[in-house]
């Protein structure tokens, strides 16, 4: 079983390694620790304490806030109760005219609105773009998942969650 040194890890996630290496620490088996160190990596990029139990977006992590389990954001932004859809207290811009849809597909390529608009739900502290969805018009905002992270803890990586 292979055992990645920390700095290949953190290159992995800041995706600096080349294809061959990627390739290769994908299709080998996993450290045995590499989700902790994984979340150690993260960890030490936060500006904030609580500690991260599950990365659930480019920016966004489930985190330790005393009792509560929560959202946050790279730049602190809290988005409240991991059960809850995080988009809901993102700021959200739609785009559903002509003139938004052109900002980002320019000429022919671009969507009806009649028959779609483009959702980006960005972060109200810092401005990142977390995510993007292409829904008909009025569809109601889509929720990713919810994990089962005793679950996750208990059956993926063998522990409980502390």
């Known amino acids: 079983m292979p055992n990645y040194p920390r700095d290949v890890i953190a290159d992995l996630i800041d995706g600096k390694l ?10 080998d088996f996993k450290d045995a620790d590499r989700f902790d160190q994984y979340l150690a990596i993260l960890q030490s990029r936060m500006p ?19 009792a509560e389990r929560i959202v946050k954001c790279d730049c602190g932004q809290e988005f409240g109760d991991y059960r809850r859809n995080w988009k809901l207290a ?16 320019p000429g022919p390529t671009k969507p ?6 483009i959702r980006e739900f960005i972060c109200p502290g810092c401005a990142s773009l977390l995510e ?4 008909a018009p009025g569809y109601p905002i889509t929720c990713d998942f919810e994990p089962d992270l005793e679950g996750f803890y208990a059956e993926v990586l063998g522990r409980p969650l502390s």
Request: no cysteine; aromatic share 8%.
């Open 18 to 27: 080349n294809w061959q290496i990627t390739k290769r620490i994908m299709s």
């Open 48 to 66: 904030w304490p609580e500690p991260i139990l599950l990365p659930i977006g480019e920016h966004l992590y489930i985190v330790q806030q005393g």
């Open 90 to 105: 993102a700021l959200i811009l739609v785009r559903d005219t002509e003139e938004l849809l052109e900002e980002i597909y």
């Open 112 to 117: 009806d609105p009649k028959l779609q608009e």
């Open 132 to 135: 993007v969805e292409a829904v």
